[in-house]
């Protein structure tokens, strides 16, 4: 890990403005993949 990985993460955990940035977009699924996530949550 360097220096300046260490430091994004420190911002990010501390400060409220990066996140306010960030937009969370959630991915898109082909049919195969929920039912094999039902699956694996047995």
Do not use: G
Not at 15 to 24: A, E, H, K, R
Not at 35 to 41: H, Y
């Amino acid at each position: 890990m360097t220096l300046a990985e260490m430091l994004a993460m420190y911002c990010l955990v501390w400060s409220p403005v990066p996140w306010q940035v960030i937009t969370f977009d959630a991915p898109t699924l082909d049919e195969k993949t929920p039912s094999s996530i039902a699956r694996s949550r047995r």
